[in-house]
């Protein structure tokens, strides 16, 4: 899946200028580490990390991938080897091929290599590794959840019951090494909830997607979203909708889901029967304003934007525990209509690889209100973090970022997720990447620093949670 699908070029693009003006506060005070280039099958290229002089904290080894972004680089990597311990930060054979995989199962085998790979000392320069930890952001999170999931109870019970819209295939899921923890970082609610709130209902005809209704365009400035004087367009701008076009575009949208899955279901089923006139194996299925801006939070942030309790809260000030009450995002709007009506919006993959990784049911009225997602069936795709961390045992962090649009959603993982010991952070100010957002705290009439090393916060809290005597270390 696309980068964007979980952030929009904007905040991507700020999140990237801010990493280089915080990399070397935030890294300033970390161990010396020794860094190593390694070859494992099932991945793309891996990086082997830990400090030069390793300690107790280097026998917990820290896998880290996501399904097709970069990641052998990320700051966690770094971040946490220069507190002590050993990570593995790898990129998936599905780099920069977030449509090809039909679902989590196909980067399977490739998790279970890397955890395998640190568990022989030779491997890691004679560190032996006691404690293995998944870790994975954004949609490397679900795909994280997915794994454990299967890992500690099989494919049958995890991935293959009646609920779900395609089963998974469990020909990669045998015997996969079962980690100790889990550590969630931003975490996205699933490849297929993804999908299901970027498609725009507004597109009339999928042979014609310019064509749009404009009773359902979120973008129309008749329904709430401003123009913008200077450029002549609205971009990037704060909408407020009303509940009447917000109960008629979100209907809209789940109604638009629907068609897609019948037709998605419709198609797979006259393939598995052999009708002569398709292929065989798999067909096109090509779906205009898919993957582009039509989320209708990331516009109003109004919307899915506070918790519904009080949570641990990594302040400028320090550690609130728990805060006083409910936390709401400091976000800024991250809606396009620029990317919603382009090319890039249409998502171009196969019948299996809709129905695998991006089709989702509803099961009551799908809705979005100020700290909530209601009507969502997590448990009819695979792909849905919500779903997978009901079958987690082990230890379970979530961390979600008070400058970005998952708060709530990853409230929703925290709900439900059954783990004795499950621990949900928020970190105030923090950007998706976890960098601190001066826009933010602009918009809010603050100093650009207000909110200081988001960075160094976060990672300190993953060090207090991992090194925890009685969880990981004795």
């Known amino acids: 899946m696309r980068a964007k699908m979980c952030r929009s070029l904007a905040t991507l693009a700020m999140s990237a200028l801010l990493s280089l003006a915080w990399l070397s506060t935030s890294e300033a005070q970390l161990l010396p580490i020794t860094t190593r280039v390694v070859t494992i099958n099932n991945l793309a290229v891996a990086a082997l990390r830990h400090p030069t002089n390793p300690g107790p904290k280097a026998k917990i080894g820290i896998f880290i991938m996501h399904p097709d972004g970069s990641y052998v680089n990320n700051v966690a990597c770094t971040q946490l080897a220069g507190r002590g311990y050993t990570t593995l930060c790898a990129d998936s054979i599905f780099l920069r091929r977030g449509q090809d995989y039909y679902g989590y199962e196909q980067h399977a085998p490739g998790i279970a290599a890397g955890i395998n790979f640190l568990k022989t000392p030779a491997n890691v320069d004679g560190i032996v590794i006691e404690k293995f930890i998944v870790w994975g952001h954004s949609v490397g999170a679900p795909l994280m959840a997915f794994y454990q999931n299967v890992a500690e109870n099989g494919a049958a019970k995890a991935c293959q019951g009646p609920e779900k819209i395609l089963p998974c295939d469990a020909s990669t899921l045998s015997n996969l090494p079962v980690p100790d923890g889990v550590i969630l970082a931003d975490a996205h609610l699933g490849a297929a909830l993804a999908?299901?709130?970027?498609?725009?209902?507004?597109?009339?005809?999928?042979?014609?997607?310019?064509?749009?209704?404009?009773?359902?365009?979120?973008?129309?400035?008749?329904?709430?979203?401003?123009?913008?004087?200077?450029?002549?367009?609205?971009?990037?701008?704060?909408?407020?909708?009303?509940?009447?076009f917000k109960r008629?575009?979100?209907?809209?949208?789940?109604?638009?889901?629907?068609?897609?899955?019948?037709?998605?279901?419709?198609?797979?089923?006259?393939?598995?029967?052999?009708?002569?006139?398709?292929?065989?194996?798999?067909?096109?299925?090509?779906?205009?304003?898919?993957?582009?801006?039509?989320?209708?939070?990331?516009?109003?942030?109004?919307?899915?934007?506070?918790?519904?309790?009080?949570?641990?809260?990594?302040?400028?000030?320090?550690?609130?525990?728990?805060?006083?009450?409910?936390?709401?995002?400091?976000?800024?709007?991250?809606?396009?209509?620029?990317?919603?009506?382009?090319?890039?919006?249409?998502?171009?993959?196969?019948?299996?690889?809709?129905?695998?990784?991006?089709?989702?049911?509803?099961?009551?009225?799908?809705?979005?209100?100020?700290?909530?997602?209601?009507?969502?069936?997590?448990?009819?795709?695979?792909?849905?973090?919500?779903?997978?961390?009901?079958?987690?045992?082990?230890?379970?962090l979530?961390?979600?970022?008070?400058?970005?649009?998952?708060?709530?959603?990853?409230?929703?993982?925290?709900?439900?997720?059954?783990?004795?010991?499950?621990?949900?952070?928020?970190?105030?100010?923090?950007?998706?990447?976890?960098?601190?957002?001066?826009?933010?705290?602009?918009?809010?009439?603050?100093?650009?620093?207000?909110?200081?090393?988001?960075?160094?916060?976060?990672?300190?809290?993953?060090?207090?949670?991992?090194?925890?005597?009685?969880?990981?270390?004795?």
């Not at 979120?218 to 450029?231: C, H, I, L, S, V």
């Not at 629907?258 to 002569?276: E, F, H, P, T, V």
């Open 398 to 474: 979530i961390a979600a970022n008070s400058a970005h649009y998952f708060i709530r959603p990853d409230e929703i993982v925290y709900d439900a997720a059954k783990s004795a010991d499950k621990t949900y952070v928020i970190t105030e100010g923090a950007v998706h990447g976890g960098t601190p957002c001066t826009q933010c705290a602009q918009a809010l009439g603050l100093p650009q620093d207000y909110f200081g090393d988001t960075i160094k916060r976060i990672y300190d809290f993953m060090d207090e949670w991992l090194g925890k005597p009685g969880r990981f270390l004795p």
């Open 248 to 396: 008629r575009f979100l209907q809209a949208q789940a109604d638009r889901n629907a068609d897609l899955l019948r037709d998605a279901q419709n198609l797979w089923s006259d393939i598995q029967a052999g009708k002569s006139e398709l292929y065989p194996d798999d067909m096109p299925f090509v779906v205009p304003g898919s993957d582009g801006a039509a989320r209708m939070w990331q516009a109003d942030t109004s919307l899915v934007n506070c918790t519904q309790k009080p949570h641990i809260y990594l302040t400028h000030t320090g550690t609130q525990n728990p805060s006083p009450g409910p936390i709401c995002s400091v976000r800024i709007p991250s809606a396009s209509a620029e990317d919603d009506d382009s090319f890039a919006s249409v998502l171009k993959v196969t019948v299996r690889v809709w129905l695998g990784a991006h089709a989702l049911r509803t099961n009551g009225r799908y809705d979005q209100t100020k700290d909530d997602i209601t009507g969502i069936d997590y448990d009819s795709s695979a792909t849905s973090t919500a779903s997978n961390v009901k079958g987690i045992t082990k230890p379970l």
């Open 195 to 244: 999908t299901f709130t970027y498609v725009d209902p507004a597109v009339k005809n999928d042979d014609k997607p310019g064509i749009r209704n404009p009773n359902l365009d979120m973008f129309n400035t008749a329904n709430g979203y401003p123009g913008d004087e200077a450029a002549g367009s609205p971009t990037f701008k704060s909408a407020t909708y009303d509940d009447k």
